[in-house]
């Protein structure tokens, strides 16, 4: 795909070494970091690349991939005449440009991501590129009923190739295997009993799909499943960062034990939630003292990406990046990666038993959720909820000396962020929203907390 110019291998044995993944020694050699024909120079806003992007190798196709994969999940948005929101597809074009201008080559999108506009939008970026500067991934996103009889699959899966402006797909996604309150019969349903599973390995004979992959949460008897049937999986994709390495929550399995499963069958990890929704981008002041005093000049979400792309089979990792500060900070990261050290990653250790002992709601806002039959802002609740964990604003105690401030603070800043009608008290408790999350959260059972939260504060009653 891209001429290679000088091997710039990284050496990943700190990262084997700290965290127990010495299975991959086996197949270390297979992966290097290789520096593809990306620009340097600075952009408009100042910033300046002096080094180029890293690069991964895939083994199974050769395809030389970005460090650094754009998740196409949340493209900007505006407001159209019609007082309607639209992606805002201006900003999505100086985006992508910006990203293939300085050595992305990875874009990630889904027919549900972004109300289902991320397909369309990321296309029209894309089109404006020659085919041969970026890999393209979509995903068999098929999660109604109704999309398991196999002429609604297929007529998504044309759709597809329309949306895109495609006439094959670099990397193919089964999306969101173990989903379901019986998660294997729901994985039957949506890819075997309808012949899905058949036609996808056929496509990707077919060249039509160059490499065949999917997406776990939930289940990790479907995960185990799916690498143990006699085909060669190209890459999977796994929710991998510093908190879920040995501290997933819910449903979600120990990014230490999906990603050490991967390396032994030779299988690629694509990384999602690097950054755990954000989450890992807003530490209290004492999580972020840690991590200054090894590197001082670095943003919590520049320790967060460096953890993420250190292991040795990680082909690309995945970020949602809505604004061009992000892009840009994300871009240096990966201008070339400098992989974690033994000293680091005991920093990140102390910051995750940290992050641990508070309530946080595992939220990663990824809006699968929504829309609420309600109309309730159920990821917006949450983020802000966090949020005022992150910045030590919620307040646990009327005797706290700190507590008419905070619950200022806490109460204005819940209006600002989610209209009246939409917030917590409106939740009726349907439960249509749980099934839908990927994190498994008790999404009622956490609004019905937050909702009796909110009313002691506003009637200032004693915690």
């Not at 397909?119 to 894309?126: M, N, P, Q, V, Y």
């Not at 840690?290 to 000049?297: D, F, S």
């Not at 949602?320 to 992000?326: A, K, N, R």
Request: glycine content about 6%; overall charge negative.
């Amino acid at each position: 795909m891209q001429s290679k110019k000088q091997n710039k291998n990284i050496n990943h044995r700190n990262f084997f070494k700290v965290l127990g993944a010495g299975a991959a020694t086996s197949t270390a050699a297979l992966y290097g970091c290789d520096t593809g024909n990306s620009k340097t120079g600075s952009n408009s806003s100042g910033t300046s690349y002096t080094e180029e992007m890293t690069y991964q190798t895939n083994p199974h196709t050769g395809d030389v991939v970005s460090l650094l994969g754009y998740g196409c999940m949340r493209w900007p948005l505006r407001t159209n005449s019609n007082g309607e929101e639209e992606i805002d597809q201006d900003a999505v074009n100086d985006l992508v440009d910006h990203a293939i201008a300085h050595g992305v080559n990875y874009f990630d999108t889904s027919p549900v991501y972004v109300r289902g506009w991320s397909e369309k939008a990321t296309g029209i970026a894309l089109k404006r590129h020659p085919r041969e500067k970026f890999f393209i991934a979509t995903k068999m996103s098929n999660f109604a009923p109704e999309l398991y009889d196999r002429e609604a699959a297929l007529a998504m899966y044309n759709n597809f190739l329309k949306e895109l402006q495609v006439d094959y797909f670099d990397y193919y996604l089964l999306h969101s295997i173990g989903g379901g309150t019986d998660a294997m019969e729901t994985f039957r349903q949506r890819y075997e009993y309808n012949g899905i599973f058949d036609f996808l390995k056929e496509e990707r004979k077919a060249g039509r799909i160059r490499n065949l992959g999917f997406s776990y949460h939930g289940d990790i008897a479907v995960f185990d499943y799916l690498l143990s049937l006699d085909m060669q999986w190209d890459f999977c994709q796994i929710q991998l960062n510093y908190v879920d390495w040995k501290n997933a929550t819910d449903r979600n399995t120990n990014a230490e034990y999906l990603y050490g499963e991967l390396v032994k069958r030779n299988v690629l990890a694509i990384i999602m939630e690097p950054l755990l929704g954000g989450r890992l981008a807003r530490l209290n002041q004492h999580a972020l003292n840690i991590l200054k005093q090894e590197r001082p000049e670095d943003s919590t979400a520049t320790w967060a990406f460096r953890y993420a792309g250190t292991p040795e089979h990680v082909l690309t990792v995945l970020s949602g990046m809505v604004y061009m500060e992000h892009l840009q900070e994300n871009i240096q990261t990966y201008s070339p990666l400098q992989p974690l050290n033994q000293r680091e990653y005991e920093a990140l250790e102390e910051v995750t038993e940290l992050m641990l002992r508070s309530d946080y709601i595992p939220c990663t806002e990824c809006q699968y959720c929504m829309p609420c039959p309600y109309g309730l802002d159920i990821p917006g609740t949450f983020a802000h909820y966090n949020r005022c964990i992150t910045e030590e604003n919620l307040p646990k105690s009327s005797v706290d000396p700190n507590y008419t401030k905070a619950r200022r603070a806490f109460l204005i800043g819940y209006n600002r962020s989610v209209p009246k009608l939409r917030q917590v008290n409106h939740c009726l408790g349907c439960d249509e929203c749980v099934p839908k999350c990927p994190q498994r959260i008790p999404i009622p059972d956490e609004m019905e907390r937050i909702d009796l939260y909110v009313e002691r504060l506003k009637q200032k009653l004693t915690f």
